[in-house]
């Protein structure tokens, strides 16, 4: 008798348990969630004129460039600068002693002054009325002629003399910075020798020459022909220019000109670029990375580095949401990177959105809730969203697991008791 109340109790139990359990469920059904619609950052494509540069290597040259050498020959007396220092233009460089070239001189001047006697002892007489007295013979006519003759040589003579005793004076021909002497004072130098003595350089402004390849060059007159490109004027076309330790250069520069022909085999084409060096930085021969203008490229669309993947062919695709916020992934051409953007070629159209963040909680062909991005190009996506999402699904499925806990304990009850009895 006992035995089959304890059995009735067990029955009672077992029949409280799953009560509760077909609650639970019901009510866990009741209280999941519905499928939320993964929120992803959109940007949406603005067209956008902007101005086309490309980063080509070049190297500095002088504005101008003097070589001195001697016109005459001579010994080295004295050096009238310091290596190294700014020099004007007629300044005394050296001094090479002049004491045979002042004798030269002295002897010209000296037959200069005998042949205008020669020839003022010559000269035909005048009479009283000042009529000129024609020479009575033809040889008398004849020396006149060859004492004017002399005269003028001999004018000639001294004004080479003069010539040879100032070029003993060696002076700078341009205005500059003068660099190292390859000679020194007692030195021995000859006319039109090869060697220079030094050299004179004037670099401010400065010259920055660059190659562009005949490829660059192309792609930029067909950008022109087709419209999407226009020349830059001739008041924005500037040049920045990247030292060799990264820095860019203070001052911007201006193109001054490019070569008219490529040379053979090389397939590029030099351009010339003018900037201001007033503090000296820049010094001839030294490399640098030049930013040069191409040109405005008018409705550009640029999109964020980070929003274009790239498959496994490597074809280069973007996220589109369309107008229902379903998902494309869309293959798109890029042309070029513009600072940390790319531009697109083709594949997109003004006004269309991509995916700039959120990446790994969609994919092609499902619904999602786009958001305006806030977020600068570049800047990670914060998503304190995403991590309350996590935490209301946590949440959401708490109390089913409390239900089920509590039909098992009274059914662990009901089995004790029934073992009781």
Same mark, same amino acid.
């Given at each position: ?98 004491? /045979? ?97 030094? /050299? ?69 084409? /030099? ?151």
């Amino acid at each position: 008798m006992q035995n089959l109340e304890g059995l009735n109790v067990f029955a009672t139990y077992l029949t409280v348990a799953g009560v509760l359990c077909i609650t639970a469920a019901c009510r866990g059904q009741t209280e999941a969630p519905q499928t939320v619609r993964p929120e992803v950052d959109v940007m949406t494509l603005q067209p956008q004129s902007i101005m086309l540069t490309t980063e080509v290597p070049g190297h500095t040259s002088a504005f101008l460039q003097a070589e001195i050498r001697p016109q005459v020959s001579g010994t080295i007396l004295r050096r009238r600068f310091e290596e190294g220092t700014d020099v004007k233009a007629g300044q005394v460089l050296y001094q090479i002693d002049p004491l /045979t070239y002042q004798v030269a001189f002295n002897s010209a001047k000296a037959g200069l002054s005998l042949a205008e006697a020669q020839a003022a002892r010559l000269r035909p007489q005048r009479s009283g009325d000042g009529r000129v007295i024609e020479p009575q013979d033809d040889d008398a006519d004849t020396e006149y002629k060859w004492a004017q003759a002399d005269v003028v040589a001999a004018r000639a003579a001294l004004q080479r003399a003069r010539i040879d005793l100032a070029a003993t004076r060696v002076t700078a021909p341009i205005s500059g910075r003068i660099g190292r002497s390859t000679v020194t004072v007692g030195d021995l130098v000859g006319a039109g020798q090869l060697t220079p003595l030094a /050299t004179v350089l004037q670099i401010d402004p400065i010259y920055v020459d660059v190659t562009l390849s005949s490829t660059d060059i192309l792609h930029v007159m067909r950008g022109r022909a087709s419209g999407k490109q226009q020349d830059a004027t001739a008041a924005s076309a500037q040049v920045r220019l990247r030292l060799s330790d990264g820095v860019e250069y203070a001052y911007a520069g201006k193109l001054q000109f490019s070569e008219v022909s490529a040379p053979a085999g090389a397939g590029t084409v /030099t351009l010339r670029a003018v900037f201001p060096n007033p503090k000296g930085e820049l010094l001839p021969n030294m490399s640098a990375r030049a930013q040069v203008q191409e040109g405005v490229r008018n409705g550009a669309l640029l999109v964020p580095q980070r929003s274009v993947t790239r498959d496994t062919t490597g074809q280069a695709t973007v996220l589109v949401v369309g107008s229902n916020n379903r998902v494309e992934l869309r293959p798109v051409t890029i042309e070029r990177m513009v600072e940390d953007q790319w531009l697109i070629g083709a594949g997109l159209q003004s006004g269309e959105r991509i995916v700039v963040d959120g990446f790994q909680r969609v994919r092609a062909g499902i619904t999602v809730t786009p958001v305006p991005s806030r977020a600068k190009p570049g800047q990670p996506e914060s998503a304190p969203s995403r991590a309350a999402n996590n935490q209301e699904t946590s949440q959401a499925q708490r109390p089913g697991v409390h239900t089920s806990q509590a039909a098992k304990e009274l059914s662990d009850a009901a089995l004790s008791g029934a073992s009781v009895q």
